[in-house]
């Protein structure tokens, strides 16, 4: 049985030491097929973009003298002239931006300047070249030693496809991975306008009337349009999860997996690897898996979450985090409902977590949702759900970091076993506590208190998951709850929540609030739905607010 090489995405490096892979290279027809001159293929992170780009990039370079036997018996060598002719037939261009994602603008200049040292030294041959000149090599000798200045950064690209395309009387082939990676670091970390104007010039000089280049590939997670960083880019076309083309190029077929499991013999394991990590859909090919999640799971034959402890979820805690319009329809997520959601995938970055639209279409495009359904294509609504147990683990921990980290001194684990344990005065004592210092962190008013009871709920339902299911503004009796406890043992004790805000115009004291809450739990009789079921140990509490006043009682 072939090894499987975990972290490795050269293609060169993978195929010296063969090790297990999954012929993706019909790829290379795909981009031969494909009539853009710059192609951008967004897809989420650990899906084989960097692994793809580097097959591209030693299929079609002139510079690589082993490549015929790099690609023996992949499915691209049983194509016709019209795709094996391009093998070595370019000089290439590659750059990666995964690692340029420092803490300050000053550090992203310097990553920078690191990955275009690195795509020089691939090229340092043109040192001997006569066909450049004395103050191009100098140029290139500065660069070799991370001398220039930002001027010249941004030209650098450019300036070498020029090089290459005269040494070698040959247009040039440009791959750049990761492209958005510095995009995103740097609005997190507070040097956006710095970074975008950059970038903008970068790009902008790389593909705007470039002569010297044949066809461009770019990767990343999401699509940046919106700031314009490629408007300089001539006949630019974009594949984001939701097209067609290039959908089986990335992650694990069904099919591909079905060959995985029984090289590897694990068909005892097919129905949990396929709900721990299958899902995913891109275009109209659906059940992909996650390629380093397999891989790492072959490796140790563990059922856990391996994806989400890898990849690069800044962004995405940021606006969940601070967004308080989808908390609430994450916790139906997390409780495997499917959602009808606004997705723009053209990421608008500044003030994302603000805007909606933005939000999904990021969680979307970087793995976190998958589309079951179009609901309106025009007005771009969509029904989403989590495609998996793995990422189901990445939400439950995106929320208990936003308590543990924002909340210091208060236990949340300590807080729900009070309140299932009907240590009642203590979880009151306790749960005051937390909304006092929760709103104080969050500065919320009596306007946004819903989100934040909302964002309770989904505390409390990762805290209680092992044992309780939590539902939530459901129709029981003659109306909506506000939270359902719902013990997994009937024998346990089950609870009915309601959460109510004072009205300035109707209730003056937080008392008339309190007895407003009970009056509405047992009018609308919401208990019926548990007692109908055969759950008999219910306890009804309500909590009364005002401001940032808070008072519990038990009806």
Same mark, same amino acid.
């Given at each position: 049985?072939?090894?499987i ?61 082993? *490549? ?46 690191t ?37 010249? #950064? ?43 104007d ?11 009337d470039n ?39 990335f ?9 995985v ?50 990849? *690069? ?20 997520? #997390? ?19 603000d ?58 684990r ?9 240590? #009642? ?12 210092e ?22 409390? #339902? ?64 919401y ?29």
């Amino acid at each position: 049985m072939k090894t499987i090489a975990i972290g490795e995405s050269d293609f060169k490096m993978l195929r010296r030491k063969d090790s297990y892979y999954i012929d993706k290279s019909m790829y290379i027809k795909d981009i031969i097929d494909n009539g853009s001159k710059v192609v951008l293929v967004t897809r989420p992170r650990r899906f084989g973009k960097t692994l793809n780009m580097s097959m591209l990039r030693y299929y079609f370079d002139c510079d690589v003298k082993d *490549s015929k036997e790099l690609f023996e018996g992949l499915k691209i060598m049983e194509q016709d002239e019209k795709y094996t002719s391009k093998l070595g037939a370019y000089p290439c261009l590659y750059l990666t931006l995964k690692d340029v994602n420092d803490y300050c603008y000053e550090n992203m200049i310097l990553g920078f300047k690191t990955a275009v040292l690195e795509m020089y030294r691939d090229h340092r041959y043109l040192l001997d070249s006569d066909k450049i000149y004395d103050d191009e090599k100098a140029k290139i000798m500065d660069i070799l030693y991370a001398r220039e200045d930002e001027v010249t #950064l941004k030209n650098c690209v450019r300036e070498l496809s020029g090089y290459l395309y005269r040494h070698y009387e040959k247009p040039v082939m440009l791959f750049i991975d990761e492209y958005d990676v510095p995009i995103q670091a740097a609005y997190v970390k507070g040097y956006y306008d710095k970074a975008i104007d950059f970038l903008k010039t970068f790009y902008g000089v790389t593909f705007k009337d470039n002569p010297y280049l044949e066809k461009t590939v770019l990767t990343g997670v999401s699509r940046v349009a919106k700031e314009s960083i490629f408007s300089g880019a001539n006949n630019f076309k974009v594949y984001t999860v939701l097209d067609n083309e290039f959908a089986d190029d990335f992650g694990i077929t069904s099919e591909e997996m079905d060959k995985v499991i029984e090289d590897f013999n694990v068909e005892d394991d097919k129905e949990e690897i396929k709900k721990w990590y299958d899902g995913y859909k891109i275009g109209n090919v659906e059940g992909l898996y996650n390629p380093w999640s397999i891989l790492n799971y072959l490796t140790d034959k563990q059922l856990k979450p391996y994806w989400v402890n890898t990849s *690069s979820n800044d962004l995405i805690k940021l606006t969940l985090t601070k967004s308080t319009s989808i908390k609430e329809k994450m916790e139906r997520l #997390l409780r495997d409902e499917t959602i009808e959601v606004p997705i723009n995938l053209e990421t608008i970055i500044v003030g994302i977590e603000d805007n909606e639209d933005n939000i999904w279409g990021l969680m979307l495009g970087t793995g976190y949702l998958k589309v079951v359904e179009t609901v309106d294509l025009i007005e771009g609504i969509y029904k989403v759900q989590l495609p998996n147990f793995e990422i189901k683990y990445l939400f439950q921990s995106i929320v208990r970091d936003w308590f543990s980290n924002k909340v210091p001194g208060n236990n949340l684990r300590s807080i729900l076993k009070d309140l299932v344990e009907l240590n #009642l005065s203590e979880f009151e004592k306790k749960f005051r506590k937390l909304v006092v210092e929760m709103f104080s962190y969050m500065d919320v008013g009596e306007n946004t208190a819903e989100n934040f009871y909302h964002a309770f709920v989904l505390g409390m #339902l990762v805290g209680l998951k092992d044992s309780y299911y939590v539902n939530s503004n459901r129709e029981s009796g003659m109306g909506r709850y506000d939270i359902m406890l719902e013990p997994q043992d009937k024998n346990g004790n089950s609870f009915i929540i309601e959460f109510k805000v004072a009205d300035d115009m109707e209730e003056n004291t937080i008392e008339d609030v309190i007895e407003n809450a009970k009056k509405q739990i047992e009018d609308r009789n919401y208990e019926s739905n548990l007692r109908e079921r055969g759950f008999n140990n219910i306890t009804k509490i309500v909590f009364a607010f005002k401001g940032k006043e808070c008072k519990m009682q038990v009806v």
